[in-house]
């Protein structure tokens, strides 16, 4: 937590759940990574955190921004983030979405499927699009495999046709899973992409441009690489498939964009036990998987949780819960959450690295609880 959220949350009291989120370590993210991949143009993937406050942050800095909807692109336009830095990259549209984007000046799109090429070539004549193949994310801790991407022989005859169908075949994406924990799997990914490239080229079809995607990591639980790390594995990659033959690079970073710069407060609802001898005791907090915490399902991304006690006291095993008349919604149960014996109702926790895939996520009124609640500082 930074001093700055720390003030903040003292001086302010905000009634809870609500997150903080500090621009400035946005910014000092954004920045990172610009200069540890400079050739590398971010297009930042606004679903994992589309503040007001975070776009306007990041477009001040001349970020670019991955979209999934007309509801996404009229944010970016809101904070005055022009088309030519937005990409309409969700390999799912509507045709009157594509249509409405190709009237207000989008020029770059993705797709996965013949049916989407078909929708681009109606309704964004001329546009550049790439194809997203299909890539294992073998290491991903929230993986987006199977949904998104086709096969590289299918992703190859499309681009081929694509030109052929009045639009601009510009590249090929990928993303190697979301939280990604091995650094070898952009290597493995590029090594695809890059043979292709040479195939294409082949037949006369130049691409121009690879997506890497996201897959940068936040800091929760389970320890992992410092980016300079997955920045100098993604270097290494690209230089090893691509040679004196660069392409246009692109990144999507989401997550470890904002993760970091999040602290979500939360309010100890309830501490009970289920029976006289049950070891666990159960922790309801007045956050859960309907108000911000999804990312909780399957307990795949396992936060790091703050209490007002000293770590190193006194500590036992709990599960840990949310507010609402749903049994889905608990956090943790297998997982194993040790918290202090002194945690009493009342008290506050902080759950760290929230920034990202959480305000969103939060269901509207479920039970009556408000969305989770922004301040951006
Ligand atoms: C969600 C998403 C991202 C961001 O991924 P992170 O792992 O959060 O960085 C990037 N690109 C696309 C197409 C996405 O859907």
Redesign the pocket.
Known sequence: MTDRIRRFLADKQPETPCLVVDLDVVEFNYRRMRELLPQAKIFY?M??NPANEVLARLGKLGSNF?T?SRGEIELCFAQGVGAERISF?NTIKKEKDIAWAHQNGVRLY?FDSEAELQKLARSAPGARVFCRVLVDCDGAEWP?SKKFGCAPDMARDLLKRANDMGLEAYGV?F?VG??QTDLDQWDRALAQVSQMFYALAETGIDLKMVNL????PARYRKDVAPVEAYCEAVQRALVRHFGNRMPEVII?????MVGDAGVLQSEVVLISRKSANDRKRWVYLDVGKFGGLAETMDESIKYRITTPYPAGGRSGPVVLAGPTCDSADILYEKTEYKMPLALKVGDKVEILSTG?YTTTYASVAFNGFAPLKTYCI
Not at 213 to 216: C, H
């Open positions: 993937a679903k994992a991955d999934a990259g993705a987006l994406s993303h979301s939280q995607g996201g897959g940068f999507e970073p989401g997550r470890s990202a």
